[in-house]
Structure formats: C-alpha cells, structure tokens
C-alpha cells in the first residue's frame, strides 16, 4: 500500500498514526506531496478527483480517499482491528469524537490558508474568527468530556490527539489551546508519547 500525504497533514498523521497502531506501517509506504486548493498536484488529482491527500493506492482496488475511509479500511485489514468499537454505544461515542477531531482539523487549516498560505487581499477576519471558534468550542466540549472513556485507544483518540498535535504545530503562537484545559492538556501530555505519535511528527518539507 501506498499513502500520498503532505507531512503537515493531520489527516495524513491521522492515517499514519492508525497504520502503526494496527502493525502496518511497514506495510503502507507514505509519499509526501505539495498541494494547496489552488495549486494541486497532478499525481493526486489522477487518483482522487476531490485533489486532497490522503489517498491510500492499494494493489489490486482502486485507490481509497478520505481519511475516515482509510482509518477504516486500515482497521479492517488489519489482525487486531480494534480501533473502531462493534456496534454499540461506544462505536458512536468514537466515531463522533473523529468527527470533532477531524472538524478542528478542518476549521484550523480552513482559517490557515485563509491568514498565511492564501494571498494577503484574501485575508479575511470574520471568516478566519469564525473558523477559530469552532475551534475553541470544541475544544471546550472535548475538556468537558476528556475523561475516563479517553484511556482506550479509539480512532476518536487518535483524531483528536492529531487534531490538538497540528495546533500545537501551526497555532501555538497564537492560540494556547491548554489555557483552561488541563485535563484536555493532561491526557494529550500522556498520548503524545505513544510511540506512533513520535513516529508521525509534523515537519516541515
Ligand atoms: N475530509 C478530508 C480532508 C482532507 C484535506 O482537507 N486535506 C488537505 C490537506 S490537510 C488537502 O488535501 N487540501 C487540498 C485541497 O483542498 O485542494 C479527509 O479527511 O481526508
């Protein structure tokens, strides 16, 4: 298996992070890529139409795009397949907490593009603040709820853990996530230590 990605993705991480839980990161090799909205890159528009990494080329299937797929997929193939819980109560308790994970990654590199990567005269306050409090909502609902069902290893850990690791990498001058979070903080301290966290670091190209 073959992963495009960016290396600042936190979707990438995501699937990254979820091919070294499973005991697969041998198994997908990950290509990394320049892309943005506006200038994308052919070797990803030929295999995702949508022009977004990532995008998981598999031998023999066609290739499989987004994330929430991929995370799945990776789940399945794999012996343990244990990051996403059988039906029931704690199935939907992880999957919507990728959701909120994946929600702040999508508002954060929203706002991003529209306050660095995109050109000055785009630059647009209300829409970037608008964006940065869907973040910090969240982020108060997931400090409320960071407890007791946060020590199992879900793919909802795992997306938020992604979603707080890119803040931390392309917010951390502006935004201090961890201000009135501490149990947020603390659980986040203690997951980022998972030996597939170390291994996915953010870098830049
Ligand atoms: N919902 C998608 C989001 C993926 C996404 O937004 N990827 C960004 C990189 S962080 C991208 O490829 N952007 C290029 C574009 O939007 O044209 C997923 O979970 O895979």
Redesign the pocket.
Known sequence: MELLG?P?????RKCRVVAHETGQAADVKVTFLG???VA?NGA?TRQNPL????VLLLDDAPPI????VIVEYLDAQSRRGRLFPNLGPARWRALRLQTLG?GI??AA?LARFYTVTGPEKYHWPEFIDGQINKVTQTLDVLESEAGENWQDLTIGTIAVACALGYLDFRYSATLDWRSGRNTLAAWYATFTGRDSMRATEHYQP
């Open positions: 960016s600042t993705s936190p979707f990438v892309l943005t909205p994308p990803v022009d977004k990494v990532p795009f987004d994330s929430r994946d990654m999508d590199v």
